[in-house]
């Protein structure tokens, strides 16, 4: 009799646990892909260590999502009044189908990615798509569709596409309050496993402590509940979305300020920006009308693999006209950094930054000069807080920790590293005319 039950050694979790369901979906084609997309990019230029991939944080994901899911839906972390809003939870049948749906919709929640992760994406893409949009289309592509019904029990595409990418990348898929809390547990920006995993595994893999953060206690305090009164009246939401417990309060802002200090430290470190931006040049020149395919084969076809060959391919040959794109990848030639952005500097003009950018470009050349104002997405994060009474406050009354967290902004110019001294004496005999005119 074969196994019913596989395990897979991982840094972060120890073990990854799979059915045998699980198993068949690892071996797809699209998530095979995974193992040849690097998760932070070029970060590994910077950062040795950061050689991980896309394959094995989504099975990270997967194994969180599970755990979140046997906690928040225990009939002990219920209360009344959540339990009669969900018949998905009334037996055994439908909820061991809904924790099927969402590991799997964990597993694919990356497979739309391009080569070398977030890098450029906008620019590569055709108008209107998205990483997710593609992950959508591979979930309910032939392809998938066959091994989703093949499954005990069959699974729905559309309820994996759902919970893959969440409402605002799937607006034409009808959700219910049921799908959208299963679909934060993995995008949520307080609690989803998505950040959960990433934070923990790149700082893991880059060797810093700046990601680290109790997700133990988090997990275990997690729950669905009702949104805190929302008006003077003291008025109920009767809208659930994941919280958390009390106890749990200092593990979440852990993890939020864990995310802070990642995107400060090491996302937005300038050298990693810089090598983004020459690697989105080089795609643009090199890709046919500069954007990569969207179509399920077209998408597979590409992996980080083949653009280093390409890099590795144009370096080496002076004849190209994407030769020396390749080589401030290839040889470590990329721009240097001539400008962040400055409070004094700021304070004096908003458009600091962008006039001195505009005024390099004057004296030495639009292509000498690249120009990056990085900042950290997501709306401002607020969410339920059950008290040990019983009773729900929000998270920003109750955690002044939280409503001080500041947003990662920052703004680079870069300059051919043969510039850098002569315009790095220009800017500052000139800086202070620049961003007073």
Same mark, same amino acid.
């Given at each position: 009799?074969?196994?019913?039950?596989?395990?897979?050694?991982?840094?972060?979790? &120890?073990?990854?646990?799979?059915?045998? #369901? /699980?198993?068949?979906? +690892?071996? @797809?084609?699209?998530?095979?892909? *995974? =193992?040849?997309?690097?998760?932070?990019?070029?970060?590994?230029?910077?950062?040795?260590?950061?050689?991980?991939?896309?394959?094995?944080?989504?099975?990270?994901?997967?194994?969180?999502?599970?755990?979140?899911?046997?906690?928040?839906?225990?009939?002990?972390?219920?209360?009344?009044?959540?339990?009669?809003?969900?018949?998905?939870?009334?037996?055994?049948?439908?909820?061991?189908?809904?924790?099927?749906?969402?590991?799997?919709?964990?597993?694919?929640?990356?497979?739309?990615?391009?080569?070398?992760?977030?890098?450029?994406?906008?620019?590569?893409?055709?108008?209107?798509?998205?990483?997710?949009?593609? &992950?959508?289309?591979?979930?309910?592509? #032939? /392809?998938?569709?066959? +091994?989703? @019904?093949?499954?005990?029990?069959? *699974? =729905?595409?559309?309820?994996?596409?759902?919970?893959?990418?969440?409402?605002?990348?799937?607006?034409?898929?009808?959700?219910?309050?049921?799908?959208?809390?299963?679909?934060?547990?993995?995008?949520?920006?307080?609690?989803?496993?998505d950040r959960m995993d990433y934070l923990l595994r790149d700082s893991h893999h880059i060797g810093v402590a700046y990601g680290r953060f109790d997700h133990y206690r988090l997990i275990d305090t997690l729950r669905i509940l009702q949104a805190p009164p929302l008006d003077s009246k003291g008025e109920q939401s009767r809208e659930p979305t994941l919280g958390v417990e009390a106890g749990g309060l200092q593990s979440a802002e852990a993890l939020l300020l864990a995310r802070y200090f990642m995107f400060s430290q090491v996302y937005f470190h300038p050298v990693r920006r810089i090598y983004d931006i020459h690697l989105k040049d080089f795609l643009c020149a090199m890709?046919?009308?500069?954007?990569?395919?969207?179509?399920?084969?077209?998408?597979?076809?590409?992996?980080?693999?083949?653009?280093?060959?390409?890099?590795?391919?144009?370096?080496?040959?002076?004849?190209?006209?994407?030769?020396?794109?390749?080589?401030?990848?290839?040889?470590?030639?990329?721009?240097?950094?001539?400008?962040?952005?400055?409070?004094?500097?700021?304070?004096?003009?908003?458009?600091?930054?962008?006039?001195?950018?505009?005024?390099?470009?004057?004296?030495?050349?639009?292509?000498?000069?690249?120009?990056?104002?990085?900042?950290?997405?997501?709306?401002?994060?607020?969410?339920?807080?059950?008290?040990?009474?019983?009773?729900?406050?929000?998270?920003?009354?109750?955690?002044?920790?939280?409503?001080?967290?500041?947003?990662?902004?920052?703004?680079?110019?870069?300059?051919?590293?043969?510039?850098?001294?002569?315009?790095?004496?220009?800017?500052?005999?000139?800086?202070?005319?620049?961003?007073?005119?």
């Amino acid at each position: 009799m074969g196994k019913v039950f596989h395990e897979i050694r991982d840094p972060i979790h &120890t073990f990854i646990r799979l059915d045998n #369901d /699980e198993k068949v979906v +690892i071996s @797809s084609r699209q998530f095979q892909r *995974l =193992r040849c997309i690097h998760q932070l990019a070029l970060t590994f230029l910077v950062y040795p260590g950061a050689s991980h991939k896309r394959f094995e944080h989504s099975l990270g994901v997967m194994e969180l999502a599970g755990r979140v899911f046997d906690v928040v839906t225990h009939p002990h972390h219920l209360s009344p009044e959540i339990r009669e809003l969900f018949s998905q939870l009334d037996t055994d049948e439908k909820r061991s189908y809904w924790k099927k749906v969402l590991r799997m919709a964990a597993l694919f929640h990356d497979v739309g990615h391009l080569p070398f992760s977030h890098a450029a994406e906008k620019e590569l893409l055709p108008d209107e798509w998205t990483h997710e949009k593609i &992950t959508k289309h591979h979930i309910l592509s #032939d /392809e998938m569709q066959e +091994i989703w @019904s093949n499954m005990t029990p069959p *699974l =729905r595409a559309a309820d994996i596409a759902k919970l893959a990418v969440g409402p605002k990348e799937a607006p034409e898929l009808e959700f219910d309050d049921w799908s959208t809390i299963l679909s934060e547990i993995i995008t949520s920006g307080a609690f989803g496993v998505d950040r959960m995993d990433y934070l923990l595994r790149d700082s893991h893999h880059i060797g810093v402590a700046y990601g680290r953060f109790d997700h133990y206690r988090l997990i275990d305090t997690l729950r669905i509940l009702q949104a805190p009164p929302l008006d003077s009246k003291g008025e109920q939401s009767r809208e659930p979305t994941l919280g958390v417990e009390a106890g749990g309060l200092q593990s979440a802002e852990a993890l939020l300020l864990a995310r802070y200090f990642m995107f400060s430290q090491v996302y937005f470190h300038p050298v990693r920006r810089i090598y983004d931006i020459h690697l989105k040049d080089f795609l643009c020149a090199m890709l046919q009308g500069g954007k990569f395919p969207t179509d399920v084969e077209g998408h597979l076809s590409f992996t980080d693999n083949e653009i280093l060959v390409e890099l590795r391919r144009a370096c080496s040959d002076n004849s190209l006209s994407t030769s020396e794109l390749a080589g401030r990848i290839i040889k470590r030639q990329h721009f240097k950094r001539l400008y962040e952005r400055k409070p004094t500097d700021f304070q004096k003009n908003e458009q600091a930054a962008l006039l001195i950018k505009q005024a390099l470009e004057d004296k030495y050349g639009a292509e000498n000069i690249r120009f990056d104002s990085p900042f950290q997405k997501g709306e401002s994060i607020d969410f339920p807080v059950q008290l040990k009474d019983g009773s729900i406050e929000s998270a920003s009354s109750l955690s002044k920790t939280l409503n001080e967290i500041p947003v990662v902004k920052t703004e680079y110019v870069f300059i051919k590293r043969e510039l850098e001294k002569e315009a790095s004496l220009w800017l500052s005999n000139n800086k202070d005319d620049i961003i007073m005119s």
